[in-house]
C-alpha cells in the first residue's frame, strides 16, 4: 500500500489473490526466498505517454495513455487495451495483474499486460475517434511487437477502433503482423473472437453445475452490462436453456419477467452495437417489461448472477440480496465486478463463485488462437475454434478444481483459479533464476 499510493483497484486485486497464495507457499521456500509474489506484484513495466489528437472543431486534446506490462514469464505480454474516462494507473495495474494469472490458467503461451486511456469514446465522432486511435498507436507501436506485446480490445475498444489502431501500426513500421488481436476476421481476425468471452463464460457456467449434477436448462439468470461480453453470455444462456430476466447498461438496468429470447437479443444488439445504445426504450417495444434508470440488477430474484458490465459492480449488499432470494451461483463476465467483501460473503456461503480469471478466460483464449493463426498464416474454421473455447474452458474448470477442491466437496474455484494461475508463472520465474 506504501509503495502504490492510492492506488485502490491494485490494492484490492492484490489483496484477492495474495491471500490464497499465501496459504499454498506457506511451506514452499523456495517461493519465498525468489520473492516471487513481491516480484508479481511489481509490474515489469508502466508506460505512460501523452496522446494529442484534433477534435472536429479544430481543437487540440489531450489524453493519457498507458500500457502496464505486468509479467511475460511463459510468453509474449498479452492484454486489452481501455478506453473511457474512469482509466487510470490503478485500474490498468489490476488489470494487467489479473491478466497474468488469467492467461496462466487458459494453459497457452501468454504474460499479461493491459493497457488504454482515458479518453472517452461516447459521442465522439468516427473521425475523432479515428484521429484518436491513431495518435495512441504513433506512441504505442514502439513498445509492441507480435513476439513482444500484443493487445487487444476491452471496453470501449472493438473492432472498428483495432482497425484504426492496426492500420496505424501497419502503416508506421511497414510490418503485417500479428500485434493486435480482436481484428476483423478479413484483415487477420479469427472467428469466434467476438462471441469467446460471453460463450466462454457459459461454458464454465455449465461445468461448474456439471460437477454439481445440475444443468442450465431452466435456472433464472441476471445479467449486468449490455456490452460484448453480457450479450454473448445472454445469446448463449438462453441457447443452453436458461431465462435470462435481466441486462444492464450505465443509465440502468431493464428486467423482462418472462426471459429475453433471440429476437430480443436481436434487438439488443441493434441498439447497443450499431444504434444509439438506449435500453430504455425497449418496454416501448416489448410489453411487460421495465427499464429501471441508476438502478443495478441484483435485486431480481434469480439463481446465476453474471456482472459482465465493470469492475465493483456488486457490493457487499448486493451479495447479501442476491443470497437472500436464493442465488446458487455467480461467475464473473467482466474483471473484478465483486467487491473483496462481497466475495467472501459468497465464498463462506458456500455459493459457487466462478472468479473473473477463470470465468472470462475466452476471450483471451481466442485470442491466443488468433496469434497461433497469424503465426501461421492460416486461419481455422468456425467448428474447430468452437471446439477449441469450450475445450480450454473445461481445462480451466479442471484447473481450478485441482487446487479448489475442499474436503467437504465444495469448490472453492477463487482458491484454485489463484493458485493454479500463480503456480505456472511462478515456476517459470524460478526457472530463470532470480533477476
Ligand atoms: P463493452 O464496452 O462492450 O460493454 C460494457 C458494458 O458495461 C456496457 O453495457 C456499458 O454501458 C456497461 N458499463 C461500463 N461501465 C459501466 C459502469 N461504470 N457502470 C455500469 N455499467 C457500465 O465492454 P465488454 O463487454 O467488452 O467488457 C465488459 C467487461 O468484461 C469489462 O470488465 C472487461 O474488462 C471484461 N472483459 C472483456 C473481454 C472481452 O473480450 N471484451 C474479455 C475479458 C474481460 P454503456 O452501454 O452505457 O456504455
Known amino acids: 500500500v506504501r509503495r502504490n499510493p492510492g492506488e485502490l483497484e491494485f490494492h484490492q486485486a492484490v489483496f484477492e489473490v495474495v491471500q490464497d497464495i499465501f496459504v499454498f507457499i506457506r511451506d514452499k521456500e523456495i517461493y519465498h526466498s525468489a520473492q516471487i509474489l513481491r516480484r508479481l506484484a511489481e509490474p515489469d513495466r508502466v508506460i505512460s505517454f501523452r496522446v494529442c489528437w484534433e477534435d472536429d472543431g479544430g481543437n487540440i486534446r489531450v489524453q493519457r495513455g498507458y500500457r502496464v506490462q505486468n509479467s511475460n514469464a511463459i510468453g509474449p505480454y498479452k492484454?486489452?487495451?481501455?478506453?473511457?474516462?474512469?482509466?487510470?494507473?490503478?485500474?490498468?495495474?489490476?488489470?494487467?495483474?489479473?491478466?497474468?494469472?488469467?492467461?496462466?490458467?487458459?494453459?497457452?503461451?501468454?504474460?499479461?499486460?493491459?493497457?488504454?486511456?482515458?479518453?472517452?469514446?461516447k459521442g465522439k465522432s468516427e473521425r475523432e475517434i479515428m484521429r484518436f486511435c491513431q495518435s495512441f498507436m504513433t506512441e504505442l507501436y514502439r513498445h509492441i511487437g507480435e513476439d513482444t506485446d500484443v493487445?487487444?480490445?476491452?471496453?470501449?475498444?472493438?473492432?472498428?477502433?483495432?482497425?484504426?489502431?492496426?492500420?496505424?501500426?501497419?502503416?508506421?513500421?511497414?510490418?503485417?503482423?500479428?500485434?493486435?488481436?480482436?481484428?476483423?476476421?478479413?484483415?487477420?481476425?479469427?472467428?469466434?473472437?467476438?462471441?469467446?468471452?460471453?460463450?466462454?463464460?457459459l461454458y464454465f457456467v455449465e461445468e461448474m453445475l456439471k460437477y454439481r449434477n445440475e444443468h442450465l436448462e431452466g435456472k433464472r439468470v441476471?445479467?449486468?452490462?449490455?456490452?460484448?461480453?453480457?450479450?454473448?453470455?445472454?445469446?448463449?444462456?438462453?441457447?443452453?436453456?436458461?431465462?435470462?430476466?435481466?441486462?444492464?447498461?450505465?443509465?440502468?438496468?431493464?428486467?423482462?419477467?418472462?426471459?429475453?429470447?433471440?429476437?430480443?437479443?436481436?434487438?439488443?444488439?441493434?441498439?447497443?452495437?450499431?444504434?444509439?445504445?438506449?435500453?430504455a426504450s425497449y418496454p416501448t417495444t416489448f410489453a411487460g417489461t421495465a427499464y429501471y434508470a441508476e438502478k443495478r440488477p441484483w435485486a431480481i430474484p434469480c439463481d446465476i448472477a453474471l456482472p459482465c458490465a465493470?469492475?465493483?459492480?456488486?457490493?457487499?449488499?448486493d451479495a447479501r440480496t442476491l443470497i437472500a432470494n436464493g442465488v446458487s451461483l455467480v461467475a464473473e463476465g467482466a474483471n473484478m465486478p465483486t467487491h473483496n467483501d462481497a466475495v467472501h460473503l459468497f465464498r463462506d456461503a458456500k455459493i459457487l463463485f466462478g472468479p473473473a480469471k477463470a470465468a472470462n478466460a475466452g476471450g483471451v483464449a481466442v485470442s491466443g488462437l488468433e496469434m497461433s493463426?497469424?503465426?501461421?498464416?492460416?486461419?481455422?474454421?468456425?467448428?474447430?475454434?468452437?471446439?477449441?473455447?469450450r475445450e480450454v474452458m473445461q481445462d480451466i474448470h479442471s484447473r481450478c478444481l485441482?487446487?479448489?477442491?475442499?474436503?467437504?466437496g465444495h469448490v472453492d474455484y477463487s482458491r484454485g483459479a489463484n493458485i493454479a494461475g500463480f503456480k505456472k508463472v511462478a515456476d517459470a520465474m524460478l526457472a530463470f533464476g532470480v533477476v
Not at 513500421?173 to 466462454?200: F, H, M, Q
Not at 465493470?310 to 449488499?317: F, H, V
Not at 493463426?373 to 473455447?389: D, F, I
Open 79 to 121: 492484454g486489452g487495451l481501455r478506453f473511457h474516462r474512469s482509466v487510470n494507473q490503478s485500474i490498468l495495474k489490476f488489470l494487467a495483474f489479473e491478466q497474468t494469472f488469467k492467461n496462466s490458467l487458459t494453459g497457452l503461451p501468454m504474460g499479461g499486460a493491459k493497457g488504454g486511456s482515458d479518453f472517452n469514446p
Open 151 to 201: 493487445p487487444a480490445g476491452d471496453i470501449g475498444v472493438g473492432a472498428r477502433e483495432i482497425g484504426y489502431m492496426f492500420g496505424q501500426y501497419k502503416r508506421i513500421s511497414n510490418r503485417y503482423v500479428g500485434v493486435l488481436t480482436g481484428k476483423g476476421v478479413d484483415w487477420g481476425g479469427s472467428l469466434v473472437r467476438t462471441e469467446a468471452t460471453g460463450y466462454g463464460l
Open 222 to 279: 441476471v445479467i449486468s452490462g449490455a456490452g460484448n461480453v453480457a450479450l454473448h453470455a445472454a445469446e448463449k444462456a438462453i441457447a443452453l436453456g436458461a431465462q435470462v430476466l435481466t441486462v444492464s447498461d450505465s443509465g440502468g438496468f431493464l428486467h423482462d419477467p418472462v426471459g429475453i429470447d433471440s429476437d430480443k437479443i436481436k434487438w439488443l444488439k441493434a441498439c447497443k452495437f450499431l444504434g444509439d445504445g438506449d435500453l
Open 310 to 317: 465493470t469492475q465493483n459492480e456488486i457490493s457487499l449488499d
Open 373 to 389: 493463426q497469424n503465426s501461421q498464416r492460416l486461419y481455422w474454421k468456425e467448428e474447430q475454434l468452437h471446439s477449441l473455447l
Open 402 to 408: 485441482r487446487y479448489g477442491l475442499q474436503d467437504d
